[in-house]
């Protein structure tokens, strides 16, 4: 990553002012989100989204003629192109054909993207924004920061200094006034403009209307009072049926703003008239640049179900450290990430996506389903095939490529580490690497790993075996961890074997987009796993190794063009489980019995991404743990990410330091003894940030804690 980069994002994380509304809306938006959708079932909504602006995706070409029929008919002047520089074009010879001296602008992310305002203000035209954001942004001479907030990043403060300047008076902070000079300033620009130009939200094929959602009425001046009004509308925005609009309006102002409404929703079909009793003249451009490309790759179409809400930059944990003048181009945060490797290029997207630490969070509440952080790593996989992989990394895959070589070198470590640990951390490290322990201990590697500590556990007759696999850091960080886990299962009746040539499980290539590196990871640990065809089960202690050898195997064979070995994958996914899930279904069915009656104290729990967003599996720890006797306390943000994010952290340490940060805030507010949680690598993370904090809270895995209350 570009050093000025890593500079932007130090500059950004510092920013108090930015970091701060940044935080303060996150929260809110959160509380007020829930509260818009009481009484609306919101996968099923989503679910008529995805599959309405599927279709139009998959039926572009044949949805666009439609609407350039039912529009022109109606009396609009439809023009459609694939090149953004022919739409600058346009709009331009339509203005001087027209005389058009001033223009005003509603919001519109399509004429951003093609930087329509300095192609037509290099022609002598005054542009001018609307939307008080988008003007104050304009005034300040940024790009937004927000896709649906562009000022977001601004205090009251600064847009006062920003009014002054422009108005030549010293304005106070005072919200009223600040609006009501908006007002005063922006009605002239109305009064007098020649063009207005929008954008829309929806363009519907059957009848030719296009559909704007504001919050301001400036969107409907923009497109009434001037003579021309231009609609500059991305080929993604077409619906098939009038009734396509529903669902998304329902869905919209929920997911951008938390509101049950918007302000104002205009729909236009066609003409309308002047205040003279001519008619308007309405062009509608189509704009495609390269949106079609999109909607016909197998794997990126799904983009095309965007509304443009907003709401993964919303509940994102790095852009509310970050913002979007770091955290995206144009179009920003999550989306924007796979928005900007199609609109501009793949190598525009280098930097950027590289922030996303594949939380989950987005694919959660996105209102057209898209699978946000998949993208992201396609977008990582794709860059990894044109460029290759760096040096530096290819020779650290090598490594993990070779299971002999890699567990050779963390014995060693073990041995090198010594120096340098105190007791069960290392907390100070030498020279460059010094940073690594700056916000955080590091685990000392254990002295003896799990698959040595496994070979004396003596287990007793069982009916029943459960391949464990144990991971990187059970095996050589935290091998008390696989001992609970041995003594848990025993307890059950199950004998749990360790086939000893399981290997990393692929993720950290896999994140970084050396995706036949983690095949090779894949093909090992599948012929380990399944050499033992009578167990019953393969159970993972680490959530993020559970999704590996549950999904991800399978799809990272279905990348990599090894279609010959999804078969084993897929059988060995039959037998995947977590560690908590099968706890749970073995108290449940008697095989368990955990001690009752014992007051152990108050706990709480942090959720590790994996567990609860992709294997949906938040709840059946929180019941072992209350069964158990303990007294679950939820802390503040219990499922936002800790910062771990497996290399993340030592690629972004900044940034992982910031989340953390706000982690073991929400921990040490609870009053909790002891945090518990279900993965190691947060166990590594959180553990490491107490340990440096000195707060002395004991940071549990949920294994541990329940094999101390077996009966």
């Known amino acids: 990553m570009e050093q000025k980069f890593k500079k932007s994002i130090d500059r950004a994380i510092n920013d108090a002012n930015?970091?701060?509304?940044?935080?303060?809306?996150?929260?809110?938006?959160?509380?007020?989100?829930?509260?818009?959708?009481?009484?609306?079932?919101?996968?099923?909504?989503?679910?008529?989204?995805?599959?309405?602006?599927?279709?139009?995706?998959?039926?572009?070409?044949?949805?666009?003629?439609m609407f350039k029929t039912n529009a022109e008919k109606a009396g609009a002047?439809?023009?459609?192109?694939?090149?953004?520089?022919?739409?600058?074009?346009?709009?331009l010879k339509v203005a001087k054909e027209n005389d058009v001296k001033t223009v005003v602008k509603s919001k519109s992310m399509a004429t951003e993207e093609i930087h329509l305002n300095a192609h037509l203000e290099k022609a002598g035209i005054s542009v001018g924004e609307t939307d008080l954001g988008e003007w104050i942004i304009q005034l300040a001479g940024q790009r937004p920061s927000h896709m649906v907030m562009p000022a977001i990043h601004l205090t009251r403060e600064e847009v006062a200094d920003i009014f002054s300047k422009e108005v030549d008076e010293r304005l106070s902070t005072d919200i009223p006034r600040l609006v009501a000079v908006a007002r005063e300033e922006l009605r002239t620009k109305f009064l007098k403009a020649?063009?207005?130009?929008?954008?829309?939200?929806?363009?519907?094929?059957?009848?030719?209307?296009?559909?704007?959602?504001?919050?301001?009425?400036?969107?409907?001046?923009?497109?009434?009072?001037?003579?021309?009004?231009?609609?500059?509308?991305?080929?993604?925005?077409?619906?098939?049926?009038?009734?396509?609009?529903?669902?998304?309006?329902?869905?919209?102002?929920?997911?951008?703003?938390?509101?049950?409404?918007?302000?104002?929703?205009?729909?236009?079909?066609?003409?309308?008239?002047?205040?003279?009793?001519?008619?308007?003249?309405?062009?509608?451009?189509?704009?495609?640049?390269?949106?079609?490309?999109?909607?016909?790759?197998?794997?990126?179409?799904?983009?095309?179900?965007?509304?443009?809400?907003?709401?993964?930059?919303?509940?994102?944990?790095?852009?509310?450290?970050?913002?979007?003048?770091?955290?995206?181009?144009?179009y920003t945060g999550g989306i924007g990430t796979i928005l900007t490797a199609w609109y501009d290029q793949l190598q525009s997207a280098e930097d950027i996506q590289g922030l996303c630490i594949q939380c989950g969070a987005c694919k959660d509440v996105c209102p057209g389903k898209i699978d946000i952080p998949a993208l992201i790593m396609e977008i990582r996989r794709r860059l990894v095939e044109k460029q290759g992989i760096p040096i530096a990394a290819k020779s650290i895959y090598k490594v993990v490529n070779n299971r002999r070589l890699f567990h050779s070198m963390l014995r060693t470590a073990s041995?090198?580490?010594?120096?340098?640990?105190?007791?069960?951390?290392?907390?100070?490290?030498?020279?460059?690497?010094?940073?690594?322990?700056?916000?955080?201990?590091?685990?000392?590697?254990a002295a003896k790993p799990f698959r040595d500590v496994f070979k004396t556990i003596k287990q007793p007759e069982c009916r029943e075996k459960a391949v464990f696999y144990a991971g990187c850091l059970i095996d050589f960080a935290y091998p008390e961890m696989g001992e609970a886990v041995v003594k848990i299962l025993n307890k059950a009746g199950i004998e749990v074997l360790f086939p000893e040539n399981q290997t990393c499980c692929g993720a950290p290539a896999r994140y970084n987009g050396a995706y036949d590196v983690a095949a090779k990871n894949a093909e090992d640990n599948i012929d380990a796993l399944l050499e033992n065809s009578d167990a019953r089960y393969v159970i993972s202690a680490c959530p993020t190794c559970t999704v590996a050898l549950d999904r991800e195997f399978i799809e990272t064979f279905e990348s990599t063009g090894k279609h010959g070995k999804i078969e084993k994958a897929k059988q060995l996914a039959g037998k995947v489980i977590d560690f908590s899930t099968l706890v749970k279904k073995l108290v449940d069915e008697g095989r368990l019995t955990l001690k009752e009656g014992k007051e152990l104290g108050k706990i709480t729990y942090h959720d590790s991404c994996h567990l609860k967003r992709t294997l949906k599996a938040n709840q059946p720890p929180r019941d072992l743990l209350t069964q158990s006797g303990f007294e679950l306390e939820e802390m503040f943000e219990c499922d936002t990410c800790c910062g771990m994010g497996g290399s993340y952290a030592l690629k972004l340490p900044k940034i992982s330091a910031s989340i953390l940060a706000r982690k073991l805030t929400n921990i040490k507010t609870t009053g909790a003894d002891v945090v518990a949680m279900d993965c190691p690598g947060c166990v590594m993370q959180i553990r490491g940030g107490l340990d440096q904090d000195g707060a002395g809270i004991k940071v549990r895995h949920t294994a541990e804690l329940i094999a101390g209350q077996l009966k």
Do not use: W
């Not at 090198?416 to 955080?440: C, E, N, Q, V, Y």
């Open 18 to 65: 930015l970091t701060g509304a940044l935080a303060n809306f996150s929260e809110s938006y959160k509380v007020n989100r829930a509260k818009a959708y009481e009484g609306i079932d919101f996968e099923t909504l989503r679910g008529t989204i995805a599959e309405r602006k599927a279709y139009a995706a998959n039926h572009l070409d044949e949805l666009c003629a």
């Open 77 to 91: 002047k439809v023009f459609l192109t694939k090149n953004p520089a022919d739409v600058r074009d346009y709009i």
């Open 194 to 330: 020649d063009m207005g130009i929008s954008g829309a939200n929806m363009a519907v094929a059957e009848t030719g209307t296009i559909t704007i959602v504001t919050n301001e009425g400036n969107a409907r001046l923009v497109t009434s009072l001037p003579r021309i009004h231009v609609a500059v509308i991305g080929v993604e925005k077409i619906v098939e049926k009038f009734a396509d609009v529903v669902p998304i309006l329902r869905a919209l102002p929920r997911s951008a703003t938390a509101q049950q409404l918007t302000s104002y929703v205009t729909m236009i079909t066609g003409q309308t008239p002047n205040e003279d009793g001519s008619m308007k003249d309405l062009h509608i451009v189509l704009m495609d640049n390269r949106r079609s490309e999109m909607a016909a790759d197998p794997k990126f179409k799904q983009a095309m179900q965007c509304i443009r809400c907003a709401s993964c930059l919303n509940v994102c944990p790095i852009f509310r450290l970050v913002g979007g003048h770091v955290f995206g181009k144009v």
């Open 415 to 445: 041995l090198a580490g010594k120096p340098f640990a105190k007791g069960k951390f290392i907390r100070h490290l030498p020279l460059f690497l010094s940073d690594l322990t700056d916000d955080r201990s590091l685990p000392a590697i």
